[in-house]
């Protein structure tokens, strides 16, 4: 069956990969709350493999070979890049939902090994969960971008570096503020062991612990920042936080057949549980709803394309990739005029919905 927007036709996957039969199919039947996570069982297992040997073959380039350091790091880095994206939105998911049904110390487990290997921040559930869920982009979210400028790079430097140095200190007081004790020690257990072993790594090989765990740490977490900026650059005062207003959407793209349909943020925030095969059928099955809406819809971009886009002014491109949902005929002026209105700062916007309660 074919989803349509219209006269458009939705691409993107609405089957999880089968893998047929064989041990690690017969454990995910047992093991997982959801069988059609078996995806992401095998996704951390290939991970952990070629970060394994890519670590070791790193370490003997320069120790052993003696190969040029930015040579050695740069292929690295490369591998590492091309990894990255899948297994951090797989965490997206693994967090959302039950994974493993037992043992459970496995999904904590998981967590901790894509941060070792990949810099993905330790903290990344509980900033996810604890936080930008419950608080939904307003009030004390860390990671809102209603107070910038969304097509101004300079203000994304901004968001970026208070995240990358204030982070840690200001999720802790939140979360102690807030009663969430438990998500706090979680944290600054998780972080400070990350740093405790950055730190032993770059002491015993500078140029190891360099390419391996600094710069990956460090663009990890730009790259977050700036796929979190595209998600919520395009803010609608007109209505109420209700999810639909402050969030896009983006479909047909590379991006979420590699990533697990993550571009479809609003239908994500609307319920954080969907499953990410059924995303591509709630957008098909409310596309009025949406378009009575005034949501924001890109065919064939991604949330890091959008943020790239807003910083280098392309909105000729963006209102080429505008999906009209309601079938109206727009030119790309007035997407254009509309767009430009939605990534202003937002000096005051009272939601009159509650936000959901995390759990712990």
């Known amino acids: 069956m074919t989803l349509k927007l219209g006269t458009l036709a939705i691409t993107d996957p609405v089957v999880a990969p089968t893998h047929g039969a064989g041990p690690i199919s017969s454990w995910c039947q047992r093991h997982l709350a959801e069988p059609r996570d078996e995806v992401f069982v095998r996704l951390t297992l290939t991970t952990i493999a070629r970060m394994s040997a890519l670590m070791v073959a790193l370490y003997a380039a320069l120790h052993v070979l003696r190969v040029p350091a930015l040579l050695a790091g740069a292929v690295y880095l490369a591998v590492w890049g091309w990894t990255v994206p899948p297994v951090v939105l797989m965490l997206h998911n693994t967090m959302h939902r039950a994974f493993v049904r037992s043992p459970r110390w496995l999904n904590r487990a998981q967590g901790y090994a894509m941060a070792f290997f990949l810099g993905i921040p330790p903290a990344y559930p509980v900033h996810h969960l604890g936080m930008h869920h419950a608080e939904d982009n307003i009030g004390e979210d860390l990671s809102s971008t209603i107070r910038y400028r969304r097509d101004n790079f300079l203000h994304f430097l901004v968001y970026f570096f208070r995240f990358l140095f204030c982070s840690h200190v200001e999720l802790s007081l939140y979360l102690r503020r807030h009663g969430r004790r438990r998500m706090m020690r979680q944290m600054l257990v998780g972080e400070i062991g990350q740093l405790a072993v950055i730190a032993a790594v770059c002491w015993v090989s500078p140029a190891f612990g360099l390419f391996a765990f600094v710069l990956p740490t460090v663009i990890i977490r730009f790259m977050m920042m700036a796929g979190n900026w595209g998600q919520h650059?395009?803010?609608?005062?007109?209505?109420?936080?209700?999810?639909?207003?402050?969030?896009?959407?983006?479909?047909?793209?590379?991006?979420?057949?590699?990533?697990?349909?993550?571009g479809y943020h609003i239908g994500h925030h609307l319920?954080?549980?969907?499953?990410?095969?059924?995303?591509?059928?709630?957008?098909?099955?409310?596309?009025?709803?949406?378009?009575?809406?005034?949501?924001?819809?890109?065919?064939?971009?991604?949330?890091?394309?959008?943020?790239?886009?807003?910083?280098?002014?392309?909105?000729?491109?963006?209102?080429?990739?505008?999906?009209?949902?309601?079938?109206?005929?727009?030119?790309?002026?007035?997407?254009?005029?509309?767009?430009?209105?939605?990534?202003?700062?937002?000096?005051?916007?009272?939601?009159?919905?509650?936000?959901?309660?995390?759990?712990?």
């Open 233 to 262: 650059a395009f803010i609608n005062t007109a209505r109420s936080n209700d999810g639909l207003s402050n969030s896009i959407t983006c479909i047909n793209s590379p991006y979420n057949r590699r990533c697990f349909n993550d």
């Open 271 to 360: 319920k954080a549980s969907r499953h990410w095969t059924e995303m591509p059928q709630d957008l098909a099955d409310n596309q009025a709803a949406y378009a009575a809406a005034g949501v924001i819809v890109f065919e064939r971009l991604d949330f890091f394309m959008v943020s790239l886009l807003l910083w280098t002014g392309q909105w000729r491109t963006l209102a080429r990739r505008y999906v009209r949902l309601d079938g109206a005929e727009r030119s790309d002026d007035e997407v254009v005029a509309m767009l430009k209105a939605r990534v202003q700062p937002v000096r005051e916007w009272k939601a009159t919905l509650a936000p959901a309660a995390p759990a712990e």
